[in-house]
């Protein structure tokens, strides 16, 4: 049984910052990635960030240069630092924690946050 885990969120005024966590725990052997992606209303979910064992870290396009992503590993834990927030960047945030349960025999297993809620008023 796994269970990722979001904090942060909430409403703050355009440029401002606000910081996302997300801690995955339970039964890990492994983690592969971790990442968070976003959804607004009448929109397709979108790649915010996410870090690989194979590739770094990826951001979407929209975030690059005003987001980061940093990982504690021993933790199973994420942070996702948003500066210079804007309207656009209103959405649902879900966590994304791919995972590798008892070896590497098996491709690692999609496992999602409840999502929190960021919304930037102009």
């Known amino acids: 049984q796994v269970e990722v885990v979001e904090s942060g969120g909430g409403l703050v005024q355009a440029g401002g910052s606000l910081r996302l966590s997300c801690r995955a725990s339970g039964n890990i052997f492994s983690l592969n990635a971790m990442g968070w992606y976003r959804q607004a209303p009448g929109k397709q979910r979108e790649l915010v960030a996410l870090i690989t064992a194979e590739k770094g870290t990826d951001y979407g396009d929209s975030v690059k240069g005003r987001f980061t992503l940093s990982i504690e590993n021993a933790k199973s834990t994420i942070h996702l630092q948003m500066n210079s927030l804007k309207p656009d960047d209103t959405a649902t945030y879900s966590c994304?924690?791919?995972?590798?349960?008892?070896?590497?025999?098996?491709?690692?297993?999609?496992?999602w946050g409840q999502g929190t809620q960021v919304t930037v008023s102009s």
């Open positions: 994304l924690a791919k995972i590798y349960i008892g070896s590497y025999r098996s491709p690692p297993k999609d496992y």
